[in-house]
């Protein structure tokens, strides 16, 4: 495996019309075709979305789950769709431990139950209903990435390695396939630079386009999805893919400082990212802490936001899970006094020991993507597998790789996320937006997003911190090296892939390469355990993309500035 080394020399790419940024500059390039044609941000990033499922297959596909918000520039307000599937109608918790004799509190990553409903084609389908332009239908924005799969493209270097870390268990998984379509000669990955075609995952995206979620959930596919869940011991049916639908919904919002940040409600995580922002600004409103005299990465800095998630994971861990079977106190998470009380919690002298959920009292492997349109519209797009190749499950000629987003849930009666029927895990992937409040709704500041399992909330807290901070501007933001709280080095919880984080009480704190061995040793003096990540083990860390948006004080014309994060093999481009 080749070195990478994730020495940044990219520059913020500027633009005054529409910036599309993604980690994959095919896809990046689909997403500014459709722009061109008349499309409107979410137009162009379901035709990103679609493009990154062919070229970085290991991260994502339309056999997975999508979330997006939207920011619609005409009502200066923000709108989300939930697109995660649920689980078949017969699964149970006793079923596992009464018949599949499944032991411990999570799902095997292989097993059979851990697949659940595809929402991704679904979400792409509604996402162009209900945010698009109106002016392009399914088929010509899918145009792009069917031009790929069945042309072919070459492939990548980062998405090289991580297809080659895979192969064998794509074959050992499929065996009975005549012509495994994510392999060249039924055996091996794609190398950098060597063209891949799948023509399968272009029929299907013609039979998306023409015929919409029937043509995925009832026709031909469905029935190839569910013939590779039932032949492997899988409970679902064709009615759990017919009764599937995207939610359409209201975003939550934490406001900090001047901005307003957005996320997807649970049953997504993002909600983790809101309470360890809201966390740290109830330590800077006691006078506890006072950025502009830390500095950036410092043991201080990194003490803070690790203890602040910490903190946040400890109630998100246990409380986020479908709220359509399961009500989550989002409201009295949320609040300013339960925050306060949670944020006493951090004592700034050493690590908590003995971080907890607390008790609010109620009151009432990825991609992502970035978009922002000549009309000022801004969709923030992620779609997920969730670990690399998901589940390694290929539907027969459909090209597509059905996910694994059950080991999310946990195995444990009366938990708020514990399996049941058509259940919605907890949900690691989650789209963000920050705006600023005026008199007319909220303008748009930045459109952003860090992939990675449960990284992402993590990134998208240090991104946020950068800059409002740190003054970063969307490129410097992503470079910036990043730290992220995990299970300990061997765990059974970590994976070469993903990792299910449970209990905050045994995390430890990996760094990127690049915090220096001063800092290292002032954690340490802490009471953290810490861990350098080096070259590809640095994905640990996810892969953001950010565009900002803002006014030129001379000419009055607005200008658009973007970062696509290095740890990818992405650009952001605009005109």
Request: hydrophobic residues 35%.
């Amino acid at each position: 495996m080749t070195t990478l080394p994730f020495i940044s020399r990219r520059s913020t790419v500027y633009g005054t019309h529409a910036i599309v940024s993604s980690s994959q500059p095919l896809a990046t390039q689909a997403g500014i075709e459709i722009l061109k044609k008349g499309g409107n941000a979410a137009d162009a990033a379901v035709a990103v979305a679609a493009a990154l499922n062919v070229t970085e297959p290991g991260s994502t596909g339309i056999g997975g789950d999508a979330f997006c918000l939207f920011y619609d520039a005409k009502s200066c307000t923000v709108k989300g769709l939930n697109g995660s599937g649920r689980t078949p109608a017969s699964l149970t918790l006793s079923h596992l431990r009464e018949k599949e004799g499944v032991s411990g509190y999570v799902l095997p990553s292989d097993s059979i139950h851990a697949v659940t409903v595809p929402g991704a084609a679904a979400a792409w389908v509604d996402t162009v209903e209900h945010f698009g332009s109106g002016k392009l239908d399914l088929s010509s924005i899918l145009a792009p990435a069917i031009e790929l799969a069945e042309h072919g493209f070459p492939v990548s270097h980062i998405s090289a390695n991580g297809w080659k870390a895979e192969a064998k268990k794509l074959l050992e998984t499929n065996p009975n396939q005549e012509k495994n379509e994510w392999l060249i000669d039924n055996k091996r990955a794609p190398e950098e630079g060597e063209i891949m075609s799948i023509p399968t995952l272009a029929e299907t995206f013609r039979t998306l386009g023409a015929e919409g979620k029937k043509g995925f959930y009832q026709g031909r596919i469905g029935h190839s999805i569910i013939d590779a869940v039932q032949s492997r011991g899988g409970l679902m049916t064709l009615d759990d893919l017919a009764q599937h639908t995207s939610e359409l919904l209201e975003p939550i919002s934490f406001d900090y400082h001047d901005w307003t940040v957005w996320e997807i409600p649970p049953n997504g995580q993002g909600i983790t990212a809101l309470l360890a922002l809201g966390i740290i600004e109830a330590l800077e409103e006691a006078g506890r802490i006072d950025f502009s005299k830390i500095e950036h990465n410092s043991a201080e800095y990194i003490h803070i936001v690790s203890e602040a998630l910490r903190i946040a994971f400890a109630d998100t861990r246990y409380y986020v899970a479908d709220p359509q079977v399961q009500p989550v106190p989002t409201e009295a998470l949320l609040s300013k006094e339960y925050l306060r009380e949670r944020a006493k919690l951090f004592d700034p002298s050493k690590r908590n020991e003995h971080i907890i959920k607390g008790y609010p009292e109620e009151n009432g492997n990825t991609v992502y993507l970035s978009i922002v349109d000549q009309e000022g519209n801004a969709c923030s797009f992620i779609n997920s597998t969730f670990m690399h190749f998901g589940s390694h499950i290929i539907a027969d000629n459909t090209g597509v790789v059905l996910h694994n987003r059950g080991c999310n849930f946990v195995l444990i009666e009366d938990h708020p996320n514990c399996i049941a029927p058509s259940k919605r895990p907890y949900h690691t992937i989650i789209p963000s937006m920050i705006t600023r409040k005026t008199d007319h709704g909220h303008d748009l500041e930045a459109c952003f997003g860090v992939m990675g399992a449960f990284m992402q909330p993590q990134g998208q807290v240090q991104v946020v911190l950068n800059m409002k901070h740190y003054l970063s501007n969307p490129q410097h933001a992503l470079d910036l090296p990043r730290l992220c709280i995990a299970p300990p080095k061997n765990n059974p919880r970590m994976t070469a892939n993903a990792y299910s984080f449970t209990e905050v009480k045994d995390s430890v704190i990996y760094l990127e390469d690049g915090i220096t061995k001063e800092t290292i040793q002032g954690l340490e003096a802490k009471g953290h355990t810490c861990y350098t990540l080096h070259n590809h083990a640095r994905a640990m860390f996810g892969r953001g993309q950010i565009i900002r948006s803002k006014v030129d004080k001379r000419t009055g014309h607005r200008v658009l500035a973007a970062g696509s994060d290095p740890r990818g093999d992405g650009c952001a481009t605009g005109w």
